[in-house]
């Protein structure tokens, strides 16, 4: 496992002092969207169907930095869209690590060589680099060919000038355990920090409805993805997120762990559905209804759902709130074995 | 189905609270038609019924705002705009992976059945 001892001691202590505090929800990941354009148009992504005079809107940095206060969650997720496309990441960027915060900017790399200049190497800031699986995969799930060949590159330059970077990768039926095997295989090669996956979920409004993963068909994909982890890969991930995607844990869903925050305001209840917008923080805390959401509900969206925005949270809840889950953590990290 | 193109009936099968719930549901810009007449377009992302007073909340068609409008001061909205969310682009994409791969494959050489005709 690969995620650094320093970012793993500060969502440690974060979580502890919510703990303390008796806080019965708290977020960890602000998944800040600056803008929605992109210069892609991925089947699987549901994020850019808006009209034109949207998708030029863009989030002043104030307006970002102030929902990065409000929500206090340590690691700050930037998607989008594709946030080097905003004008200001280099700006929002220096600010977030100022504060810092663990900064996740998730990109397709396809800007990354010539916008690299604008940043500067910090153990608070990494590329998460959107990456599907080996060239076809990647390609067909990007609806576009050559976006491997531009992203790869772009991961060596940044692994040379000193940046952390990760992969992200979602899966969709279809996806083949061998081949992202070799996958796993060609990113290490590549240098990267370690990896993130998880399974696509069904967007209303993704044109691809046809190939999000069901949860037993996710078991089986990941049971065999991942059975003897080589040991070479390096997950950026909780292992325990792992384990529940491989079916060896069951857990439920935290739709307040990933809290979204765009132009619209603060969407409910989750990063998946877009059910309506609080204009604050603290709104959306208070007035969703939380009980709404997860397996637990019966709520047919949330039926299938084994994304990483609504689980990893819990995973992560259960490493630091019973010495279970913390042995158990502890067990997987040092042995490799999922 | 898109709605792409509807211009709701409001009145005894359809409630206003409903065609502002297909309306939020809704990728693409509408014309607001408020209850003195007037029309603008703009794009619905929010709708709060939760208060004493229900309201959209909205951008216009130059990317100005939020705005607000209490429900009591809208007639209807119609889905005059592009549903950007409609078509099936992966679908699209294969297909015309495909075509491409085909058009790429030279044409095969056929033997001529007969190679003495004339």
Known sequence: MSVPLSQMWTVATYVLRQKLARRKRYPFVLMLEPLFRCNLACAGCGKIQYPAQILKKNLSVEKCLAAVEECGAPIVSIPGGEPLMYPDIDRLVAELVKRKKYVYLCTNAILLKEKLDLFTPSKYLSFSVHMDGLREEHDEAVCRDGVYDQAVPAIREAVARGFRVTTNSTLFDGASPLRMREFFDEMMSLGVEGMMVSPGYSYSKAPDQEHFLLQSRTHELFSKMLASPKKRWRFNQSPLFLRFLMGKHDFECTPWGNPTYNMFGWQRPCYLLQEGYARTFQELMDTTLWENYGKKSGNEKCRDCMVHCGYEATAVDYTFSSLKGFVETVGVTLTGKL | ?118
């Open chain 2, 1 to 118: 189905m898109s709605l792409e193109g509807w211009v709701p009936d409001v009145g005894q099968y359809l409630t206003l609270e409903e065609v502002v719930e297909f309306a939020f549901d809704y990728r693409g810009n509408t014309t607001i038609v408020k209850a003195d007449g007037t029309e603008f377009v703009g794009y619905i992302f929010n709708r709060n019924t939760y208060g004493p007073e229900p309201f959209i909340e909205y951008f216009d068609e130059s990317g100005e705002g939020p705005f607000t409008l209490r429900y009591s001061e809208l007639a209807n909205v119609k889905f005059t705009g592009k549903d950007t969310a409609a078509g099936n682009s992966w679908k699209a994409w294969l297909e015309r992976k495909e075509r491409e791969k085909a058009e790429r494959v030279p044409a095969q050489v056929v033997p001529d059945p007969d190679p003495h005709r004339g």
